[in-house]
């Protein structure tokens, strides 16, 4: 039974960093494309980040170019998104993704976590 739960979320004033981890079990970690996505009340769930199994590639949100880092960690199953210089328009539900395809599109994902919560206060 595949397993991604996501931790790290919280409140932070804007202008402020949070680290997101995302711990994966029951698949081949390196054998999926990982990503994470946020879903804002009333807003659809969009894309912010995705990286290849072997870190060799990764797409970012235009949103968040520049202030989140996604990165993996193979050995430890691991998948972390640094954000930094946080907005209140940040602020939404985080889910960490697995899938085959390298995409911001939430279609494109198979497997799910529950989501952790990212409140940035202005």
């Known amino acids: 039974q595949v397993q991604l739960v996501e931790s790290g979320g919280g409140l932070v004033q804007a202008g402020g960093s949070l680290r997101l981890s995302c711990t994966a079990s029951g698949l081949t970690f390196d054998d999926y494309a990982m990503g994470w996505f946020r879903q804002a009340p009333g807003k659809e769930r969009e894309g912010v980040s995705c990286i290849t199994w072997s870190s060799s590639e990764a797409y970012y949100a235009d949103s968040v170019k520049g202030r989140f880092t996604i990165s993996r960690d193979n050995a430890q199953n691991m998948l972390y998104l640094q954000m930094n210089s946080l907005k209140p328009e940040d602020t939404a539900m985080y889910y960490c993704?697995?899938?085959?395809?390298?995409?911001?599109?939430?279609?494109?994902?198979?497997?799910w976590g529950q989501g952790t919560q990212v409140t940035v206060s202005s």
């Open positions: 993704a697995a899938g085959k395809t390298l995409s911001l599109s939430a279609s494109e994902w198979r497997y």
